[in-house]
């Protein structure tokens, strides 16, 4: 049932205030603003090493739970796509455990990963939003999304619970390893426990996305770039955009411009540029530059601090909440999937059911 909406990608996309508190709610303890007393299959203080594995959307939550993971916790992670991962003959240490992540814990590749790593003798977590799935039920120990079903091909609420798990466990990863002091504890939960609130607050966002998607819908080719955890966030931006309305679309790390795409960049190009006010704002803000220096038609998704000091001439500007930095992905997936599914409606596609796409992917 859609309810009011017009697709399940559009009601999914709205679900998700609700969906990440839910999540939220089952790995930290609002009313002591800790992280919760919930088990996991393996002692975070006794890795050396992380392995994560998983295909599409849930490999670039992964990746961003790499940032997180090696930022607030120092546990270095090695982070693969399942098909690779399977097939290149990895050398796992001993103190490493294994992190599968899947919205419906049946990708085949995802679960050759995880029968690899049994085979090497790693204990077994995985992040699903189907608790009776293959991937569920071989594994050590699962930490579960609590999106509801699925039904849109493209993710989004899976996407945003995988990433509000992961935010969750590295916070628990860091204080097991004795990283954060009680303080940073409390104030980095009592953070993430604002993510629905945020997130609120930018679907209100969505007429105004809409009017950006219109001039999308007109193009053939599409550039996201972003710094840190932007980077995964605008390889997601390129994934949702060309899965749902066929427009081609690449993500890219920013500072990877000048090295290859920046010769792309022509007064044809809108190149969509993920920079709330953060620590690499700076950076990111040279980058942009370089693209208005050769006539590029720049999206650029920020905060009210962004917009003011990034003074160049962009086609259009989404202004976003505050965010604190820690929790900004899970905020910034909402405008990225607004203007991808904003964009597919103008251009008449079947939004749900993508042409070639399955929502689970069962063969290899
Ligand atoms: O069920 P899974 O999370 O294992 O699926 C992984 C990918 O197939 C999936 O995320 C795919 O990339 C989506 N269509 C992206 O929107």
Redesign the pocket.
């Known amino acids: 049932d859609k309810g009011n909406h017009r697709h399940f990608m559009e009601k999914e996309i709205h679900e998700q205030p609700e969906v990440i508190s839910h999540t939220l709610a089952n790995y930290l303890d609002f009313s002591t603003s800790r992280v919760g007393a919930f088990e996991t299959p393996f002692d975070f203080a006794k890795i050396d090493r992380l392995a994560i594995s ?5 490999y670039l939550a992964g990746l961003i739970g790499k940032y997180w993971f090696e930022r607030y916790a120092r546990l270095p992670v090695d982070i693969d796509i399942a098909s690779e991962f399977r097939y290149r003959e990895m050398p796992l240490s001993k103190e490493s455990a294994a992190l599968f ?7 085949a590749d ?1 679960l050759a990963s995880l029968r690899y790593c049994r085979s090497e003798g790693l204990p077994i977590s995985a992040i699903v939003n189907v608790r009776e799935s293959t991937i569920a039920r071989e594994s050590d120990g699962i930490f579960p999304t609590l999106a509801g079903p699925e039904i849109g ?3 989004t609420k ?1 996407f945003t619970c995988q990433l509000s798990v992961l935010a969750a466990l590295a916070l628990k990863a860091a204080k097991a390893r004795g990283r954060i002091t009680f303080e940073e504890e409390v104030d980095l939960v009592r953070q993430l426990s604002e993510a629905p609130r945020y997130a609120s607050q930018v679907l209100k966002l969505s007429e105004r996305i809409e009017s950006v998607a219109r001039e999308l819908s007109h193009v053939r080719h599409v550039l996201y770039l972003g710094r840190d955890t932007n980077y995964p966030l605008a390889m997601e931006g390129a ?2 955009l060309k ?1 749902i309305s066929y427009i081609h679309a690449e993500g890219y790390a920013a500072g990877e411009l000048k090295h290859g795409p920046i010769a792309l960049i022509d007064e044809q190009m809108p190149v969509i540029v993920i920079a709330p006010h953060d620590h690499i704002f700076e950076k990111t803000v040279s980058n942009m530059q370089e693209v208005a220096a050769r006539g590029g038609r720049i999206i650029l998704i920020t905060d009210e601090k962004g917009a003011r000091k990034a003074t160049i001439k962009t086609l259009d500007t989404i202004v976003m909440p505050d965010v604190p930095e820690f929790l900004s992905p899970i905020v910034y997936a909402l405008p990225i999937q607004l203007l991808a599914y904003h964009t597919a409606v103008f251009m008449g596609t079947d939004v749900d059911q993508p042409r070639n ?1 399955a929502k ?2 069962t063969v290899e």
Do not use: F, P
């Open positions: 998983a295909c599409g959307t849930a992540i899947s919205q419906s814990g049946e990708t995802t091909v493209a993710s899976a994934l949702k899965e796409l689970s992917v």
